[in-house]
């Protein structure tokens, strides 16, 4: 496993991908496709979060938790899917949010590369899943993975929006220096949960105005009409 086209995070997290728990996983997902396990997203994209947004142009961290399960969905963004495929629940929340918060129009669409080509780092705590089952490569060594990518923007990055929806994102964020960045926190947007306190919460214009405040330049939420 290498960040063949993220030199800037490779040479941040290098180490990790020399840990024994990070050989560890490489070996588990080994094993998995050893037994014909369908696993996504393909392996091109289990980094993709990292290769689309560089650490030094990280403005905004988004953490979902797992990668979608079903076929052709997931590519590396947590909350994006692929062109062409059907935009989730809890994405088409976001995308109500964002109307009710900035004005900005809902797609048909749910490919996210835009943001992430403008700094926001979308960002799983969980890398790969296994087909048709949520979940099932938690507690492989992902988690430990993901957590030194947010402590690496902590201590590299000044000003950064860190975006935390639902407790278990709150929970790993958990060690980010408010002093420095600006943490905001909302319930899921999951259809579940986003009555209770996602809708409202108006992150968004929150985040540009942070980012504008600190010399940044805003984030342009609006997705294009086509992926």
């Known amino acids: 496993m290498v960040l063949e086209n993220a030199p800037s995070w490779q040479r941040a997290l290098d180490a ?6 990070m050989q560890d996983l490489k070996q588990f997902l080994r094993a998995e496709k050893d037994k014909q ?4 997203p393909h392996s091109s994209n289990w980094f993709h ?3 689309t947004t560089p650490l030094d142009q990280v403005k905004v961290v988004i953490l979902g938790q797992d990668p979608y399960h ?3 969905q997931a590519h590396g963004l947590c909350f994006s899917v692929k062109p062409g495929v059907k935009t989730p629940p809890s994405l088409v929340n976001i995308y109500k949010e964002l109307e009710s918060d900035l004005g900005v129009k809902p797609v048909s669409h749910g490919y996210l590369e835009s943001w992430a080509k ?13 087909d048709s089952k949520a979940n099932a490569h938690q507690g492989k060594g992902w988690e430990q993975f993901t957590d030194q990518v947010i402590s690496t923007v902590n201590e590299q990055c000044e000003n950064v929006v860190f975006m935390l929806w639902g407790s278990y994102a709150q929970r790993k964020g958990s060690v980010i220096d408010t002093s420095k960045h600006l943490v905001l926190k909302a319930p899921h947007p999951s259809p579940l949960s986003a009555h209770r306190g996602f809708f409202g919460c108006r992150h968004f214009s929150q985040a540009n105005q942070y980012l504008e405040a600190h010399g940044e330049t805003a984030i342009n939420w609006q997705l294009p009409d086509t992926p």
């Open 16 to 21: 990790e991908f020399a840990a024994p728990y």
């Open 37 to 40: 396990k369908v696993i996504y």
């Open 49 to 51: 979060a990292l290769e």
């Open 70 to 72: 079903q076929p052709g």
């Open 118 to 130: 403008q700094g926001v780092l979308l960002l799983n705590a969980v890398l790969t899943v296994e």
